[in-house]
């Protein structure tokens, strides 16, 4: 075997040079030395362990918390020509001895488990008795109670130091805030390991976030001007707007996909297949579809409710561009998602501090929409990485939003609240200071308050904002003895009192019709071959039953497009054409290339 980490790159990967710290990653477990690695999604974290896997003797065991993205991996390292297998429990028992005797053989590279799978006394035994290269924890932040996608499970394996005290460990995410990153510490014995922590910085991915009016029309609108024919994520808060969303989608000519854990393990599993196998598709989902979706090309994440963190955030978003081709991450939200993650976290029976921790984070969300300044550096800021300029590429950015002075319309909705007794929601509290005599306003007196009609400067949608605004800066919060209604919190005294000023953010009314043109990865000139290297692609995936992306990236295509090689030599330099797809496929491409 080679033993030169840069020859592997190219020879197998078919790229000319490692980005930011991988090389360094690489060096030091090829030394044998532990590490926690915190790169973002898309910034190449598998290399930084295959490699050592492929070049130390024996076999490099990954645990990695989901079958799909185990089996995506394999598929992928199987193309290059490496010696790649899984074990789990979606395989037939014969096909899980030969991976097993294989194993024993030492004719692997690289085994893929479950953390339960790994755990199995029949596994450790296994395990025993052949070579590790060394033992990689993919998805690693699953080991924090603290964090956003806890695995009891993973806890377990604080036992790897003790089982394989000789094999280099390392853990590896894309997310993880500062306590999340020491329980990762703590809980898997890495207080010895260098800790190799990259920017969180995605600059391909656009952020967008808007205030929901006509939230699937916006969504709509959204797909239809800038991702026609595009891959996307579109995550909800419950199953059954998921499933109406989806078939609503459908309808509207945007062919799309469930996913929640409501539906049968088949059925999702046949969603997912298809989302990976096609270009195309929409998958509308909860949250519980998509921790290793190694599909490369999704072009949008679009939330139709708010997350419950900015970790939650981040990693949902990082599901786009992982090629780093430009990709969005759009979301509406509203007064009512405010109102109901609060009192869902208020009524939860969870710890107290870890309630209060959660509390932290969603306030942290909100205040990233409400932010008038770049979203990428508030966001950056959550993770203690700071961005020298504002980004350029999120909408704050790109359309700078309007401001006014609301310290006196504030003043006027924190006194509303308190006259009407702190035990209604937002609607009623709006009604009276627009002086709508509704019959509720009239039945509980309300039309007799002081600040019955003084909010007549404002219409509806504006209050409604002006409320959002407020229970995002913790001025006020709803009630869950109540039912939703609004009580004034501590921090709104000064504001009262006219001791403290507030800027607040003058939302636009959204456009019914949005000209933004198309969004093309290509030029028009070139969009012929675009579509006949995609065609082509799509029929050798099919004859293989992989997802296209296995084949080639959407990125390797268009490089060929900007450099449209005329020979083998010419199209080894395309990044991402190693020796074995430039064997399997080179000719087959050159041919495409050279019909155009």
Known sequence: MDDNPQHLLHSIFG?????????????????????????????????????????????????????????DQVMALQQLGIKAQALHSGMDWQTQQLVEQQVVNGELQLLYVSPERFLMPRNLTLLKAAKISLLAIDEAHCVSQWGHDFRPEYLQLDCLKQLFPQVPRVALTATADGPTQTEMVKRLHLHQAEQFISSFDRPNIRYRILQKQQGKQQLLRFIQTQHQDSAGIVYCGSRKKVDELAQWLSQEGIPALPYHAGMSAEHRSQNQARFLQQDGLVMVATIAFGMGIDKPNVRFVAHMDLPKSIESYYQETGRAGRDGLPADAWMVYGLQDVVWLRQRLMESTMDEAIKRSEQTKLDAMLG????????????????????????????????????????????????????????????????????????????????????????????????RSVFRQLLAQGFIASDPGTYGGIKLMPKCRALLKGEEPLQLRLDQKVSSKSGKKQRTPVAVADLGLWQALREQRMALAEAQA?????????????????????????????????EKKLDRYGETFLAVIAAS
């Not at 690489?26 to 050592?52: E, F, N, R, W």
């Not at 309007?402 to 609240?417: H, I, P, Q, W």
């Open 368 to 463: 990233l929409c409400e932010v008038t300044s770049c979203r990428r550096r508030s966001l950056l800021a959550y993770f203690d990485e700071q961005l020298a300029q504002d980004c350029g590429n999120c909408d704050n950015c790109l359309e700078p939003v309007a401001t006014f002075d609301g310290t006196e319309v504030a003043r006027k909705a924190l006194s509303c609240v308190y006259r009407s007794g702190q035990r209604f929601g937002v609607s009623h509290l709006v009604d009276i200071l627009l002086g709508k005599p509704t019959d509720k306003v009239k039945q509980v007196g309300h039309d007799r308050l002081s600040t019955f009609a003084i909010g007549q400067e404002l219409d509806q949608k504006q209050w």
């Open 15 to 71: 790229y000319e040079a490692f980005r930011d710290q991988q090389a360094d990653i690489i060096d030091h477990l090829l030394a044998g030395g532990d590490a926690l690695v915190l790169m973002p999604t898309g910034g190449g974290k598998s290399l930084c362990y295959q490699i050592p896997a492929i070049m130390r003797p024996g076999v490099g065991v990954v645990i990695s918390p989901l079958i799909a993205l185990m089996q």
């Open 546 to 578: 992989v997802p296209p992306y296995v084949i080639f990236s959407d990125a390797t295509l268009l490089a060929m497009i900007e450099n449209k090689p005329q020979n083998l030599i010419q199209m080894s330099h395309i990044p991402g054409v190693g």
